[in-house]
């Protein structure tokens, strides 16, 4: 063995002790984000879990202007019951939100909606799903009926269904490759190299209408089933860019939840588990950039000095001054006008005789004859009397809602700016928006938008924003997303 040389050991201590030192108290760890949704408060969940800076060194403030939390994960409550208004449905394979609800220790339930479909095209309907049996049925009696009414979806729309699974299988495959372990994903600065790296980038340049028959999916499917499905989770038709249909085909798979209370609670408990200095009722009317710092200003006349800041809100509709200016492309939300009715709907309106012949889950198809998006049930309190909610693109006027209602005892309207308009092709503004450390978030949109991108993106930023500040080796410094058992027993 060599022998051990006493005399140097001191000098290299020092020297190791005086370089983490350093490195500690010189990095930027001031972070300022605009916005307390899903993607602001995964981020701060992310930079607080992924990162070699020591927590003690990290400062994060989040910024809300309206006085909840959540953003677009809010709830309403319609006669004292708690709905999504916002975003209400996670998929199965969403493993960022499924780790959330995990380790925040909340509970998942089935979303908000039916069984039972009919397709309504403003004078009748062209097509309905069978009615489900009652609860207490056997399990023999539900298997027929689940036999039954696949039959009935092959009859009307043949084998045309099976390539539309495959076909929103592979788009999860893909999208799966965002779960891989970091050391073996790049950290991305734009949006185009994040999709091109897992062979997404193409959908975004054509329309889904495009992208369905060249996978050789029927008209028909296309025209009824998908237009729904499309309708009803983005507010568009299927001439929207492919890869957020796809993303709303995906949204139809059975393997769907919601969280029990409302999914703003993700929001508010990644918040209330990473502690950042939290600011309601407090926008953010500009961000300037002074060399060394951004300073930001608020609607209370309050300045901020921040060392990075993370805009995590559209910017499409938000008045915010940068300076120097910043150039994005120009994006057009889409907003979907939510009613919420607690009351009974009209069968005459439909065409029918009973209440009872109208399905719990009323899509609509393309066409001037109709008014809304669709119409589900999200309660039943007695035979005549329930809970809906109504997607439309604009809002719907008392005149036709006493046409659709024969009763309305409550009702709600919200106006959501939801998501953008989808159009091929579509530009990305990137994630970095300066040469410095003013980042973005919601331009990941452009491609889809949900809650699970919202946490992707976040995801990515943070490793984009950790990377720069310490200017060395993605794999020395990202550390893999902890498990719940091992949040559950660190003292984060």
């Not at 970091?182 to 992208?211: A, H, S």
């Not at 499309?230 to 507010?235: E, F, M």
């Not at 939510?338 to 009872?356: A, C, D, Q, V, W």
């Not at 992707?456 to 310490?470: C, D, F, G, Y």
């Amino acid at each position: 063995m060599a022998p051990f040389h006493s005399h140097l050991f001191l000098p290299l201590l020092l020297l190791l002790l005086f370089s983490l030192s350093s490195l500690s108290t010189s990095l930027p760890t001031s972070v300022c984000v605009i916005g307390s949704g899903i993607g602001g408060s995964s981020l701060s969940f992310f930079l607080q879990n992924q990162t070699a800076i020591p927590t003690s060194h990290l400062s994060i403030r989040v910024f809300e202007r309206r006085g909840r939390i959540g953003g677009r994960t809010a709830s309403v409550n319609l006669s004292g019951d708690l709905f999504n208004a916002g975003a209400s449905i996670i998929h199965g394979k969403n493993l960022h939100a499924v780790r959330f609800t995990e380790l925040l220790g909340l509970d998942r339930v089935e979303p908000d909606g039916a069984d039972w479909l009919g397709i309504w095209d403003g004078s009748g309907f062209v097509f309905k799903t069978l009615k489900p049996p009652p609860d207490d049925s056997s399990a023999i009696w539900k298997w027929l009926y689940g036999v039954a009414d696949a039959l009935l979806l092959v009859k009307r729309y043949g084998l045309s269904l099976s390539t539309m699974q495959r076909f929103v299988k592979d788009l999860l495959d893909k999208f799966m490759l965002f779960y891989m372990e970091p050391e073996k994903r790049p950290v991305f600065k734009t949006v185009e190299e994040m999709l091109k790296w897992n062979g997404l980038y193409g959908l975004t340049q054509i329309t889904l209408e495009e992208v369905l028959i060249g996978a050789d999916l029927s008209s028909r499917l296309i025209s009824e089933l998908v237009t729904v499905i499309t309708r009803i989770n983005y507010g568009q038709s299927v001439a929207m860019s492919g890869l957020a249909g796809a993303v709303a085909l995906a949204g139809s798979n059975a393997d769907l939840w919601t969280v029990k209370g409302g999914n703003w609670l993700l929001a508010k408990g990644l918040l209330e588990l990473t502690k950042p200095t939290l600011h309601l009722h407090e926008g953010i009317e500009s961000i300037s950039d002074k060399g060394d710092h951004y300073l930001l200003t608020s609607d209370k006349g309050k300045e901020y000095e921040c060392d990075v800041t993370v805009v995590a809100t559209p910017l499409d509709e938000v008045n915010i001054t940068f300076v120097p200016p910043v150039s994005i492309p120009y994006r057009r939300m889409q907003h979907t006008y939510t009613t919420f009715i607690r009351g009974l709907l009209n069968p005459k309106y439909f065409g029918l005789s009973s209440i009872e012949d109208i399905p719990d889950l009323v899509g609509t198809i393309e066409t001037p004859n109709v008014s809304f998006s669709s119409v589900s049930i999200l309660k039943q309190y007695g035979e005549r009397d329930f809970a809906y909610k109504i997607f439309s693109r604009s809002e719907l006027d008392d005149t036709l809602l006493d046409q659709l209602f024969s009763v309305r005892r409550d009702t709600i309207r919200i106006d959501w700016p939801a998501y953008p308009h989808y159009k091929a092709p579509e530009k990305f503004a990137p994630f970095l928006l300066d040469e410095r450390h003013l980042y973005y978030i919601n331009t990941f949109e452009s491609a889809a938008s949900c809650i699970e991108t919202s946490a992707v993106a976040a995801e990515n930023v943070a490793r984009l924003i950790i990377s720069r500040l310490l200017q060395s080796s993605t794999e020395q410094n990202i550390k893999p997303l902890p498990t719940s058992q091992e949040i559950l027993h660190s003292d984060l």
